[in-house]
């Protein structure tokens, strides 16, 4: 159950990593194309070369980190967190009581140090 539920994080993880490289992608390239901004780089400017790739592999690799390294450990994180406290809530040490009991001389020292009324 742990194997397909690391699984099925894997592969949402991994569509929503080209979900988010998509969008990305195609917001950059509009403002890149808008008003000949290509054109100007391009031509312009010769200490660029291929802007396009460079930002297609630059949002490839920050999706991939965000969406992969980051969001897969944050959507894991509750399930891990609620399989502990279930190992832990049905462990027989807790149900039994931490307190240990007094032993009879402490037991006079208490009695001893109560004010009577």
Same mark, same amino acid.
């Given at each position: @159950? *742990?194997?397909? +539920?690391? &699984?099925g994080?894997?592969?949402?993880t991994?569509?929503?990593?080209?979900?988010?490289?998509?969008?990305?992608?195609?917001a950059?390239?509009?403002l890149?194309?808008?008003?000949? &901004?290509?054109?100007?780089? =391009?031509?312009?400017s010769n200490n !660029?070369? =291929?802007?396009?790739?460079? @930002? +297609?592999?630059?949002?490839e690799?920050?999706?991939? *980190?965000?969406?992969?390294? *980051?969001l897969?450990? !944050? @959507?894991?994180?509750?399930?891990?967190?609620?399989?502990? +406290?279930?190992? +832990?809530?049905?462990? #027989?040490? &807790? =149900? $039994?009581?931490?307190s240990?009991?007094?032993?009879?001389?402490? $037991?006079?020292?208490?009695?001893? &140090?109560?004010? #009577?009324?």
């Amino acid at each position: @159950m *742990i194997l397909q +539920t690391l &699984a099925g994080i894997r592969a949402v993880t991994s569509i929503l990593s080209l979900k988010c490289r998509q969008l990305c992608d195609y917001a950059l390239h509009r403002l890149y194309f808008k008003r000949q &901004a290509f054109f100007k780089l =391009n031509t312009i400017s010769n200490n !660029v070369d =291929n802007p396009d790739q460079r @930002m +297609t592999q630059d949002v490839e690799k920050c999706t991939r *980190i965000l969406c992969t390294d *980051i969001l897969g450990p !944050v @959507m894991i994180a509750p399930f891990i967190i609620g399989y502990y +406290t279930y190992l +832990t809530y049905t462990s #027989p040490l &807790a =149900n $039994e009581s931490l307190s240990t009991p007094l032993e009879e001389d402490e $037991e006079d020292a208490i009695k001893e &140090a109560e004010i #009577p009324l």
